[in-house]
């Protein structure tokens, strides 16, 4: 899956990948597929709902934080 980032946030693409991995959560900033694009590719092949429901709450803490 891959989501657009909203304009005017606080981080782009590449800095709120960077900040992800630092609370174990893999996403990767659609720049390296299309330049024209601020926006993440998320991947949940090897994780349950579960964990999923779990990895995005943290990436939206890191967000309001960021905010």
Do not use: H, S
């Not at 909203?6 to 900033?29: I, S």
């Not at 991947?43 to 429901?53: A, L, N, V, Y």
Request: glycine share 8%.
């Amino acid at each position: 899956q891959a989501a657009l980032l909203r304009p005017g946030l606080a981080v782009n693409a590449v800095q709120l990948a960077a900040l992800t991995r630092r609370v174990d959560v893999g996403l990767y900033p659609l720049q390296r597929f299309d330049a024209g694009r601020d926006g993440l590719l998320m991947g949940f092949g090897r994780i349950t709902p579960d964990e999923i429901d779990v990895a995005l709450a943290r990436v939206a803490e890191l967000l309001e934080a960021a905010a």
